[in-house]
């Protein structure tokens, strides 16, 4: 039985950020989640695609996260208890139907979890969330901990079905992975079918029908903004008269400081658990109670700014700071010492930050860039395309495991802003330039936004080529599954949709299909490409290697060696290939035999055939 199924309730539980919210769900009685996967969420849609196979949890991984937002609208407008989940920029994807579910509202409870990435550890943007829900109007609840993550997730569910309205529960990087008790509540039953009951002048969102919805709405937010002012996530901490005001994360390393300087007595802490909206009574009884104010908010001064919008309003002249006290900014994430600097010199306190370990005579560690793993197909085809393209070419690439095609000595990757962008950009740089164009993406992100600009650029008449990178799953974030993944292996039965099929009847006419560790024939397939003159597609098929080992599908083969008998120290596998089971002992190329998985690329490479299997 799967743990989080686990039903004692009182009982204490060691859970990830991400398994409390899905635990939480549980809880609340979900009946349909659904997601695109992105880090830093993707452990929730993955502990509910394990608990789908074992309950009656309805669970899938949608095409994208506009997809995910609209399959599941239309289970909570049905009545059931519904989740999406997604990282910030996927929000981005499904902001179109955001808005205007806003407008009709659901039945059942929806909470959507998005997750954003401070300091960018695994996105292409840092944006602040919080602005979507000024956006939409919708309330927005931020945990600070493990246990609250579990708990909100209950409460977000049961304040959308009070409001009849999507929740948006924001979490960060920090909080998603971190790791903290839990006390378990009872599980409730999962509701599986509902009825929807008709209600198009509701339902329908015609412009006279939305004129009615937008009021609706409003009204809806002023009994949310009722809710945020009484209810129990939003609370003042402490009776001093140095205001600390801090959300997320943010208010931990704010409790830590406070503990650290010994000022408890000294401080009053506006925590903003519910943070849109803005708590005003509350925010003002804290504003008149204090004699200056710190807002501690990672990213953008959003609580900062309706902090000082309420004082001017209401004629309070307490001081208001934020975004530049100490090392506070709009840039990155934060961290216990940069707050506890702050708030010392904020409120004129006499500290001296411990001074940092001399650690000069410590060797620095050896670089460790990102780096496509030992034996990644994804090298191979990089491999056969520079070798006909070259390095003039104009590589756009995508978000994905291939997007570690940046560094050299790969060095095909010139331009990424979102998922699906490499067809569609691949299309202006070919007609704007004169240069030869070479777009790459991969088969789950190909489903996800790449086949739209496939049809534009067939439609438009543009030329170029686009390679499509088919692993055999959603690589970066965890090995989920797609549409064009054989799901059988994993345990579930979902129909597999062929790329080449979709490719075909988009009415592109020069498709090539390639197994990229077979260099020789892909390069004729690369070359036949280039010679085409409009769009060309290639499908570089190999399954990846960590997934295929993990789903018992990996082919084993012999690892390879280096024949120092015959090498001369081209070092064209190091230089070219750049492989991680490869290294230089002294002035010798070797390869570790414990990482290298047969792939026999680099055999393929090296110009006097000393790149040699091992014998069994």
Same mark, same amino acid.
């Given at each position: 039985?799967?743990?989080?199924?686990?039903?004692?309730?009182?009982?204490?539980?060691?859970?990830?950020?991400?398994?409390?919210?899905?635990?939480?769900?549980?809880?609340?009685?979900?009946?349909?989640?659904?997601?695109?996967?992105?880090?830093?969420?993707?452990?929730?849609?993955?502990?509910?695609?394990?608990?789908?196979?074992?309950?009656?949890?309805?669970?899938?991984?949608? +095409?994208? %996260?506009?997809?995910?937002?609209? &399959? !599941? =609208?239309?289970?909570?407008?049905?009545? #059931?208890?519904?989740? *999406?989940?997604?990282?910030?920029?996927?929000?981005?994807?499904?902001?179109?139907?955001?808005?205007?579910?806003?407008?009709?509202?659901?039945?059942?409870?929806?909470?959507?979890?998005?997750?954003?990435?401070?300091?960018?550890?695994?996105?292409?943007?840092?944006?602040?969330?919080?602005?979507?829900?000024?956006?939409?109007?919708?309330?927005?609840?931020?945990?600070?901990? +493990?246990? %609250?993550?579990?708990?909100?997730? &209950? !409460? =977000?569910?049961?304040?959308?079905?009070? #409001?009849?309205?999507? *929740?948006?529960?924001?979490?960060?990087?920090?909080?998603?992975?971190?790791?903290?008790?839990?006390?378990?509540?009872?599980?409730?039953?999962?509701?599986?079918?509902?009825?929807?009951?008709?209600?198009?002048?509701?339902?329908?969102?015609?412009?006279?029908?939305?004129?009615?919805?937008?009021?609706?709405?409003?009204?809806?937010?002023?009994?949310?903004?009722?809710?945020?002012?009484?209810?129990?996530?939003?609370?003042?901490?402490?009776?001093?008269?140095?205001?600390?005001?801090?959300?997320?994360?943010?208010?931990?390393?704010?409790?830590?400081?406070?503990?650290?300087?010994?000022?408890?007595?000294?401080?009053?802490?506006?925590?903003?658990?519910?943070?849109?909206?803005?708590?005003?009574?509350?925010?003002?009884?804290?504003?008149?109670?204090?004699?200056?104010?710190?807002?501690?908010?990672?990213?953008?001064?959003?609580?900062?700014?309706?902090?000082?919008?309420?004082?001017?309003?209401?004629?309070?002249?307490?001081?208001?700071?934020?975004?530049?006290?100490?090392?506070?900014?709009?840039?990155?994430?934060?961290?216990?010492?940069?707050?506890?600097?702050?708030?010392?010199?904020?409120?004129?306190?006499?500290?001296?930050?411990?001074?940092?370990?001399?650690?000069?005579?410590?060797?620095?560690?050896?670089?460790?860039?990102?780096?496509?793993?030992?034996?990644?197909?994804?090298?191979?085809?990089?491999?056969?395309?520079?070798?006909?393209?070259?390095?003039?070419?104009?590589?756009?690439?995508?978000?994905?495991?291939?997007?570690?095609?940046?560094?050299?000595?790969?060095?095909?990757?010139?331009?990424?802003?979102?998922?699906?962008?490499?067809?569609?950009?691949?299309?202006?740089?070919?007609?704007?330039?004169?240069?030869?164009?070479?777009?790459?993406?991969?088969?789950?992100?190909?489903?996800?936004?790449?086949?739209?600009?496939?049809?534009?650029?067939?439609?438009?008449?543009?030329?170029?080529?686009?390679?499509?990178?088919?692993?055999?799953?959603?690589?970066?974030?965890?090995?989920?599954?797609?549409?064009?993944?054989?799901?059988?292996?994993?345990?579930?039965?979902?129909?597999?949709?062929?790329?080449?099929?979709?490719?075909?009847?988009?009415?592109?006419?020069?498709?090539?299909?390639?197994?990229?560790?077979?260099?020789?024939?892909?390069?004729?397939?690369?070359?036949?490409?280039?010679?085409?003159?409009?769009?060309?597609?290639?499908?570089?098929?190999?399954?990846?290697?960590?997934?295929?080992?993990?789903?018992?599908?990996?082919?084993?083969?012999?690892?390879?060696?280096?024949?120092?008998?015959?090498?001369?120290?081209?070092?064209?596998?190091?230089?070219?290939?750049?492989?991680?089971?490869?290294?230089?002992?002294?002035?010798?190329?070797?390869?570790?035999?414990?990482?290298?998985?047969?792939?026999?690329?680099?055999?393929?490479?090296?110009?006097?055939?000393?790149?040699?299997?091992?014998?069994?």
């Amino acid at each position: 039985m799967h743990k989080l199924l686990t039903d004692k309730p009182g009982e204490e539980m060691l859970l990830l950020g991400n398994e409390a919210i899905a635990r939480g769900a549980l809880e609340a009685g979900l009946s349909f989640a659904t997601c695109y996967p992105g880090t830093p969420s993707s452990e929730i849609p993955e502990n509910f695609f394990n608990i789908s196979k074992e309950s009656d949890l309805y669970f899938e991984y949608s +095409t994208n %996260e506009k997809v995910a937002l609209e &399959v !599941a =609208a239309g289970a909570a407008v049905s009545g #059931l208890r519904t989740m *999406v989940t997604m990282k910030h920029v996927g929000l981005n994807v499904a902001s179109d139907p955001l808005m205007t579910l806003a407008y009709t509202g659901i039945t059942g409870g929806m909470v959507i979890i998005n997750a954003d990435d401070p300091s960018l550890f695994s996105s292409q943007n840092e944006q602040d969330n919080r602005y979507y829900a000024r956006l939409s109007g919708l309330p927005m609840l931020e945990p600070t901990n +493990t246990q %609250e993550m579990k708990d909100m997730t &209950v !409460a =977000a569910f049961d304040l959308s079905e009070e #409001l009849k309205l999507p *929740v948006i529960i924001r979490t960060t990087t920090r909080l998603a992975h971190i790791r903290g008790s839990v006390r378990l509540g009872a599980l409730k039953p999962v509701r599986k079918k509902a009825h929807f009951e008709k209600n198009p002048f509701h339902f329908v969102t015609v412009p006279a029908v939305s004129r009615n919805l937008h009021k609706l709405l409003l009204e809806k937010y002023d009994q949310a903004a009722a809710k945020s002012d009484s209810g129990p996530h939003n609370q003042i901490i402490g009776n001093g008269k140095w205001g600390i005001v801090a959300n997320g994360v943010s208010f931990n390393y704010v409790s830590d400081a406070v503990l650290d300087l010994g000022i408890k007595d000294k401080v009053s802490i506006l925590k903003l658990g519910f943070s849109w909206p803005v708590p005003e009574s509350l925010a003002i009884r804290f504003l008149k109670s204090v004699d200056k104010v710190l807002v501690v908010e990672e990213l953008e001064p959003l609580n900062e700014t309706s902090l000082k919008a309420l004082a001017q309003e209401n004629g309070i002249s307490t001081p208001i700071r934020g975004k530049g006290v100490g090392a506070l900014s709009r840039l990155y994430e934060y961290d216990p010492a940069m707050v506890r600097t702050a708030v010392a010199r904020y409120f004129d306190i006499d500290y001296k930050a411990p001074e940092m370990l001399d650690a000069s005579d410590i060797p620095a560690l050896p670089g460790r860039p990102p780096n496509l793993c030992a034996g990644c197909p994804h090298r191979a085809t990089y491999y056969a395309v520079k070798q006909v393209y070259g390095a003039d070419a104009i590589y756009p690439t995508d978000i994905g495991c291939y997007t570690l095609g940046l560094l050299p000595p790969i060095s095909m990757a010139d331009f990424v802003i979102c998922m699906g962008s490499s067809v569609s950009s691949g299309c202006g740089f070919s007609r704007a330039t004169d240069q030869k164009v070479v777009s790459f993406i991969g088969d789950s992100t190909f489903f996800h936004s790449g086949i739209t600009g496939l049809v534009n650029a067939v439609h438009n008449q543009h030329n170029f080529t686009l390679v499509i990178l088919d692993n055999g799953t959603t690589a970066m974030t965890g090995h989920q599954i797609h549409p064009g993944v054989d799901t059988k292996p994993l345990g579930v039965e979902r129909t597999r949709i062929s790329i080449e099929d979709v490719v075909r009847g988009l009415g592109v006419k020069d498709v090539h299909v390639v197994k990229p560790f077979k260099l020789q024939k892909t390069i004729e397939a690369v070359k036949a490409a280039k010679e085409y003159n409009g769009i060309s597609v290639i499908i570089s098929q190999e399954m990846c290697p960590l997934f295929a080992k993990a789903t018992k599908q990996f082919k084993k083969r012999h690892a390879f060696y280096v024949n120092h008998d015959k090498c001369k120290n081209h070092r064209d596998c190091i230089n070219l290939l750049a492989c991680p089971a490869m290294y230089l002992d002294g002035e010798q190329v070797e390869i570790d035999k414990n990482l290298c998985i047969g792939c026999s690329v680099c055999a393929q490479v090296c110009p006097e055939n000393a790149i040699l299997p091992l014998k069994a």
